[in-house]
């Protein structure tokens, strides 16, 4: 009787210790042994059985042998990245936390499987530790903490092309002279211009007229100085440089503004001469003043001059070429004139015509040398076969010229 005793106490306990040993590995129910009552039924609510279970949650970490996931593990909590899952028959973990019938101490058991045909929802917060990636899966029924899986992560290194684009070049230029005559050059210097990427290998200067309208260009390859004659009606200078690889670009500081003066003015004078010997005239010219530069031009005029007093002298057609060089407002004048008298009876000096040399000087009282203006002028001339006694036969008187 004792011997069978024992034999069926030894068989039973061997069937208890397998049964055991089965249920250790195969979860079949979800909440017999639940971490948290009751189940949980939103984010908040493991928020919250994480925030009031901490330290119970850590000794569980450290029951499963890594206790540096519990403040990862936290903070993902924390921080809401948490997803939902059904894990259906077969699902394994390598460990679970649990309290036995929901109190007492944390209990730990591992190497897992999931043996119910019907899947169990849960929670899960994933963390990255040390290059690995572990998933943590909570079952909602019961607030378990299990480790569903690990796995390494592999950085993936994204070869990205870097397009640089081309930069434009930076335009400066300067213009001399900013005031000339038409139809002369004028130099373009854009030799300060920059490129940030590049050289700048070429410019384009282009004559604008006053509403923005090009007049004439030019291309200077290979340089960053050239030249650019200024036709009439040109009121500004636009240069535009262009880099290596073909990018233009221009600037506030590539457009200056220019002056294109006239060479050409009309002229008309208006004065009285007078002779010693006596003799007295009026005298008008018109013609017109070709300017080589600034200072000097040339002067054609003609005109009449009628004798109105004087027992010498007679009427006479004028006709003079002078040289002139101007000074600011001060002009010099030297040239020839042809005196045609209009009474040459051959009888008398004084009635003769002659050609006379011609020397003057004058002040610009009104306006400017490119526009309207109002000088007053002297001038003495002398036929050149009466220059041994210029007193006698001379004339001398002055008048004001006008130029438009």
């Given at each position: 009787m004792n011997k069978r005793f024992v034999t069926v106490l030894a068989i039973g306990s061997i069937m208890a210790s397998a049964s055991?040993?089965?249920?250790?590995?195969?979860?079949?129910?979800?909440?017999?042994?639940?971490?948290?009552?009751?189940?949980?039924a939103s984010t908040q609510d493991l928020a919250s059985m994480a925030q009031a279970q901490s330290a119970d949650m850590q000794e569980g970490f450290e029951k499963a042998g890594c206790p540096e996931l519990f403040t990862p593990f936290m903070e993902q909590i924390a921080a809401g990245n948490i997803e939902s899952k059904d894990y259906p028959e077969g699902s394994q973990f390598e460990w679970m936390f649990f309290k036995r019938k929901g109190t007492g101490e944390v209990r730990l058991s591992r190497d897992l499987t999931w043996g119910n045909e019907v899947p169990f929802p849960a929670y899960t917060v994933k963390v990255m530790q040390d290059n690995m990636l572990y998933t943590f899966a909570v079952p909602l029924g019961c607030g378990n903490v299990a480790l569903a899986d690990t796995e390494p992560v592999v950085e993936v290194v994204e070869v990205?092309?870097?397009?640089?684009?081309?930069?434009?070049?930076?335009?400066?230029?300067?213009?001399?002279?900013?005031?000339?005559?038409?139809?002369?050059?004028?130099?373009?210097?854009?030799?300060?211009?920059?490129?940030?990427?590049?050289?700048?290998?070429?410019?384009?200067?282009?004559?604008?007229?006053?509403?923005?309208?090009?007049?004439?260009?030019?291309?200077?390859?290979?340089?960053?100085?050239?030249?650019?004659?200024?036709?009439?009606?040109?009121?500004?200078?636009?240069?535009?440089?262009?880099?290596?690889?073909?990018?233009?670009?221009?600037?506030?500081?590539?457009?200056?503004?220019?002056?294109?003066?006239?060479?050409?003015?009309?002229?008309?004078?208006?004065?009285?001469?007078?002779?010693?010997?006596?003799?007295?005239?009026?005298?008008?010219?018109?013609?017109?003043?070709?300017?080589?530069?600034?200072?000097?031009?040339?002067?054609?005029?003609?005109?009449?001059?009628?004798?109105?007093?004087?027992?010498?002298?007679?009427?006479?057609?004028?006709?003079?070429?002078?040289?002139?060089?101007?000074?600011?407002?001060?002009?010099?004048?030297?040239?020839?004139?042809?005196?045609l008298s209009t009474d040459d009876d051959g009888d008398g000096d004084y009635d003769d015509t002659d050609a006379d040399l011609i020397v003057g000087m004058g002040y610009r009282i009104y306006g400017e040398p490119d526009a309207f203006n109002a000088s007053l002028f002297v001038e003495a001339r002398s036929a050149f076969d009466e220059l041994g006694s210029p007193v006698d036969?001379?004339?001398?008187?002055?008048?004001?010229?006008?130029?438009?």
């Open positions: 055991m040993a089965y249920s250790a590995s195969t979860l079949m129910q979800i909440g017999r042994s639940p971490f948290h009552r009751p189940p949980l990205v092309e870097v397009i640089v684009e081309n930069q434009p070049p930076v335009c400066r230029a300067t213009v001399s002279p900013v005031k000339a005559f038409s139809g002369s050059s004028v130099a373009v210097d854009a030799s300060g211009s920059t490129d940030p990427d590049g050289q700048v290998t070429s410019m384009k200067m282009v004559v604008l007229d006053e509403n923005g309208q090009p007049l004439s260009e030019q291309m200077v390859d290979g340089a960053l100085v050239g030249s650019i004659m200024l036709p009439a009606g040109a009121k500004s200078i636009q240069t535009t440089v262009i880099d290596d690889s073909g990018l233009a670009a221009t600037s506030p500081e590539c457009m200056a503004p220019v002056t294109v003066m006239k060479r050409t003015n009309f002229l008309a004078d208006v004065g009285a001469y007078h002779m010693f010997d006596p003799g007295n005239w009026v005298f008008g010219r018109v013609g017109l003043e070709y300017r080589f530069d600034e200072n000097w031009s040339v002067l054609g005029l003609a005109g009449y001059a009628q004798h109105v007093q004087g027992s010498d002298g007679a009427s006479a057609v004028l006709v003079d070429v002078l040289g002139q060089y101007r000074i600011d407002r001060l002009f010099f004048n030297l040239g020839v004139g042809g005196w036969s001379g004339r001398v008187g002055g008048g004001v010229r006008f130029s438009f």
